[in-house]
């Protein structure tokens, strides 16, 4: 029974990716992709409120949703996939390196912010799928570009990236990005402060990290090993970095840290796993935080997968939340999203711990199998206690990533 669902599931995301991507127009001038099917892609674009936050239908192209949707261009059979995403992004690239990182043929949502470091993953990433694929010299130069706005806008005096604010993570209510610090009575200030867009940030550190090692193997790609290696090690001073001031002794983890306070942001939310998911932290200590927190139920195991915030945490719910209290929308406070286990188990399978791997994928898995059973479409996140479909119905994006789970098991 398990493989019939299964064989439903993959069945039902080859059907419903291909309703997710979209032909050129307006400011977009090649192939787009859309979190969700079967929606008119830019359709609110006269609003000044996205139709997420009323229904949950993603009408933007969004850019770690359109990169990972990328990587499954294999299973797609589509080569040109990521080239065709990566391009959108960089044909909207202003002056100073900024790419926007919500665009649509009409319009740019989420003004200010930039981009997520994953447009040199996705290329590199389809290039080891289609290895005929050409990079060109433009592409390294924009990608290069974009790269260069981190440095100069999202980087500190240590050397560590931060985020412009929690929506530029895309972990829209992170607590370990917007933990309150309560004011003094004494002090006529505000009583709290959101620390998000000053906080090292462990995920955007790995994603940097793993960005420059993408470029250096898009650099080699296209015949250029002088500047491959300028961001080989690049990325290697980064993750002497991550280890250097992210991890925590104490408790055996790596934290977000504040350099106003000097000390870590002691939650654990899943973006702490990054280092491990991404395979960059040392064997010991990699092993330790698997054992210790990610296959822990009393930390990041449940019946689903892995948590989005460790159940240990006292704030960890299966609630809905409002956006800025207009509209029920996503949570990123325990409920389980299926791209946080894809990584999770390609970083298993890095450390060499199959078995795990295949655990957690059957656990995400048969959610999803049972939600396409109960509701007939797929959804953003699920509650990690009961697998119940929680919000965005109609949602593919990184959900299609579940066929790699399936190859793996």
């Known amino acids: 029974m398990k493989v019939v669902l299964q064989e439903r599931l993959k069945s039902f995301l080859l059907d419903r990716a291909e309703g997710c991507i979209h032909a050129p127009f307006g400011q977009l ?15 609110d674009d006269h609003t000044d409120e996205c139709n997420r936050t009323s229904i949950g239908h993603y009408m933007q192209m969004y850019d770690w949703d359109a990169c990972f949707f990328s990587q499954a261009s294999k299973y797609l059979n589509d080569k040109d996939l990521a080239s ?39 290329l590199a990433h389809s290039c080891r799928n289609f290895p005929s694929m050409e990079v060109s010299a433009d592409t ?12 100069c806008r999202r980087r500190d005096k240590s050397g560590l990236f931060h985020w412009r604010n929690v929506l ?29 867009g000053r ?65 870590p942001v002691e939650i654990l939310s899943w973006t702490s796993l ?46 809905y939340r409002g956006l800025y209290g207009r509209a029920m929308v996503s949570n990123w406070q325990g409920p389980m999203w299926v791209l946080p286990n894809v990584l999770a188990v390609r970083g298993l399978l890095h450390y060499g711990l199959k078995d795990e791997a295949k655990d957690v994928s059957n656990r995400v898995l048969d959610t999803m199998t049972r939600a396409l059973d109960q509701i007939g479409t797929l959804t953003e996140n699920y509650d990690a206690e009961t697998g119940k479909p929680l919000w965005a119905p109609q949602f593919i994006s990184w959900n299609i990533l579940a066929l790699e789970l399936m190859e793996l098991i």
Not at 29 to 37: G, K, N
Not at 140 to 151: A, V
Not at 177 to 190: C, D, G, Q, Y
Not at 313 to 318: A, F
């Open 274 to 319: 990054c280092p491990v998911m991404a395979g960059l932290a040392p064997v010991e200590r990699a092993m330790s935080v698997i054992e210790k927190y990610m296959l822990n139920s009393d930390h990041f195991l449940r019946p689903t997968g892995i948590a989005s915030l460790a159940h240990s945490d006292r704030l960890y719910n299966q609630a």
């Open 199 to 263: 906080l090292s940030a462990v995920d955007i550190n790995v994603y940097m990290t793993l960005e420059y090692k993408a470029f250096a193997e898009l650099c080699r790609h296209a015949g250029d090993a002088s500047l491959s290696d300028e961001y080989e090690k690049k990325a290697a001073q980064q993750t002497e970095l991550i280890e250097k001031f992210l991890w925590d002794e104490d408790s055996g983890i790596y934290f977000n840290r504040d350099p106003k306070l000097g000390r």
């Open 168 to 196: 530029e993570s895309g972990v829209d209510n992170n607590l370990a990005l917007i933990f309150p610090s309560p004011a003094s009575k004494e002090e006529n200030v505000s009583h709290v402060d959101f620390p998000d």
């Open 84 to 122: 065709d995403i990566v391009r959108n992004f960089l044909t909207v690239k202003t002056f100073d390196g900024h790419v926007p990182r919500t665009v649509t043929p009409g319009k740019f949502w989420d003004l200010g912010d930039h981009c997520k470091p994953f447009l040199c993953q996705a």
């Open 29 to 43: 001038a090649y192939r787009f992709v859309t979190p969700s099917y079967g929606i008119e892609p830019g359709a």
């Open 140 to 151: 390294l130069d924009s990608l290069k570009h974009f790269l260069d706005y981190f440095e």
